[in-house]
């Protein structure tokens, strides 16, 4: 398909360098926001927002504050100490060597597969102290609800940093070759357009790796989102220590998330498939992403119910536990199915045959709608959203967000699919018209 190893860019995604500038200026916006509606001092209730009480703390917590706000000491240390030691787990733990998707020089990466061995070991770290404090007061969970807005601004500063670091190395060539056929960096090809800001932004290297680590998938996998599960777990030490009991609502969400979080770190070997893998290069957008948009904003609910103190009826629980469930199965089976199928071990199923050698499944999940796996991942969004009730559309910001993200991820994914199949990939769509939801998209 590609004459040249790393051919330049030609259309620049996300609205190239003006919406790359616009992107980088408004997530981390975004992420204030969100702050500001919902604080110790602050909870938004209903759909007007109180512009007295957030210019209060915007005057107390950023303007007054801002030195200690941009460069705090003990959050840098809690951050460095966070992200490096969970790249030492990485790094020292046991775990199976699997080889990802094949590159454009013919190559394959070799990845470290342990999710399991840190996921035991991060859950045990957590119960021994636990049982040590002796109570359900953790100082770590504390110094995170105590911390939470220079915590967000550190781990912003910090993805910036990455960023760019990692357009920095993507121009010096290799050394050690690494298993690459080449010595030349493998190039996003969405990321090699010549502009300084946009390849920054969007990610220049398709896997920088620092020897074998790989620095994307660490990133997808590792600091961000167990980061989220703190902060969740924090929110609800900081409602017990407050109530001396923890509400329904907020038990079921940090459940739900939970089980979400560890699913995604135990399955790494499903994530090298992944658009984000195979495809994007890793700059600001995936840093940010992965780094502060995810943990700090994906805990809004969690953090909205820990100031409000909502209870569920039986009904409701079970009914945001079947959406969960259903979603969940939706996007699980699917996947794996996608994924068995690309395996060869699914021959039964029917398929298109493709110029490039790869088949397109047109049965099973793959036969009801185009990313069928997009649709149950709605499904668990919109289970996270509703235990926070009906008082404010903010809660529901993570539900809106997403979808937005994954039809936008569905465009993306359909330019690079007629790229690459041609007048296979209208033959699928002529068979599997539905995007993502069935009967309706
Ligand atoms: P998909 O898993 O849908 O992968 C798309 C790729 O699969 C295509 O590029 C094509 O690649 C291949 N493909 C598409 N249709 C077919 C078919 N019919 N038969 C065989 N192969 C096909 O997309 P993503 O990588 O975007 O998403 C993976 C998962 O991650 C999804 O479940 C998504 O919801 C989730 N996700 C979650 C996020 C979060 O923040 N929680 C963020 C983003 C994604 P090829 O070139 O190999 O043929």
Request: with cysteine; net charge neutral.
């Amino acid at each position: 398909m590609y004459t040249q190893l790393n051919p330049k860019t030609k259309e620049k995604d996300f609205f190239g360098v003006f919406g790359s500038v616009i992107i980088t200026l408004l997530l981390p916006t975004v992420v204030l926001f969100l702050y500001l509606c919902c604080n110790e001092t602050y909870v938004i209730d209903g759909i007007s927002i109180d512009f007295n009480k957030i210019n209060e703390i915007v005057q107390d917590e950023l303007i007054d504050n801002w030195k200690s706000l941009l460069l705090n000491f003990d959050c840098w240390l809690f951050y460095l100490c966070w992200f490096f030691g969970l790249v030492l787990f990485d790094l020292i733990m046991p775990g199976k060597t699997i080889h990802g998707v094949e590159l454009r020089d013919g190559s394959k990466l070799e990845y470290l597969i342990n999710g399991w061995q840190l996921s035991l070991l991060f859950v045990s770290l957590i119960i021994g102290r636990l049982f040590y404090v002796g109570d359900f007061n953790l100082p770590e969970l504390r110094f995170l609800t105590d911390n939470y807005l220079s915590l967000a601004v550190t781990s912003f500063e910090f993805s910036i940093l990455l960023s760019i670091f990692v357009y920095i190395c993507s121009f010096i060539p290799l050394r050690d070759v690494n298993g690459l056929k080449t010595n030349e960096r493998i190039l996003a090809i969405g990321g090699n357009s010549g502009n300084l800001f946009f390849d920054w932004f969007i990610g220049r290297e398709l896997n920088p790796r620092i020897k074998s680590w790989d620095i994307k998938l660490f990133c997808e996998l590792r600091p961000g989102l167990l980061l989220w599960f703190l902060l969740n777990l924090s929110n609800l030490q900081k409602q017990y220590l407050e109530l001396g009991y923890v509400t329904n609502s907020l038990v079921l969400v940090n459940l739900l998330q939970a089980f979400y979080i560890f699913d995604g770190v135990l399955n790494e070997e499903g994530c090298l498939t992944m658009m984000d893998i195979t495809t994007d290069g890793f700059g600001f957008m995936l840093a940010f992403g992965d780094l502060t948009w995810l943990p700090f904003t994906y805990c809004l609910q969690s953090r909205y119910l820990s100031f409000k103190n909502y209870e569920l009826s039986l009904i409701q629980s079970c009914l945001i536990v079947s959406i969960m469930i259903i979603g969940y199965y939706i996007f699980n089976s699917s996947n794996k199915q996608k994924s068995l199928f690309k395996k060869g071990k699914l021959p039964n199923l029917k398929s298109i045959q493709t110029e490039s050698g790869s088949k397109l499944l047109i049965e099973g999940w793959w036969g009801l709608s185009q990313h069928i796996n997009y649709f149950g991942d709605i499904l668990i969004a919109l289970s996270w959203c509703l235990p926070t009730g009906f008082n404010t559309p903010l809660t529901y910001f993570y539900i809106i967000y997403f979808t937005c993200l994954l039809l936008h991820r569905q465009t993306r994914d359909e330019d690079k699919c007629k790229k690459k199949y041609g007048k296979y990939w209208k033959e699928y769509q002529r068979l599997v018209p539905y995007k993502i939801v069935p009967y309706i998209y």
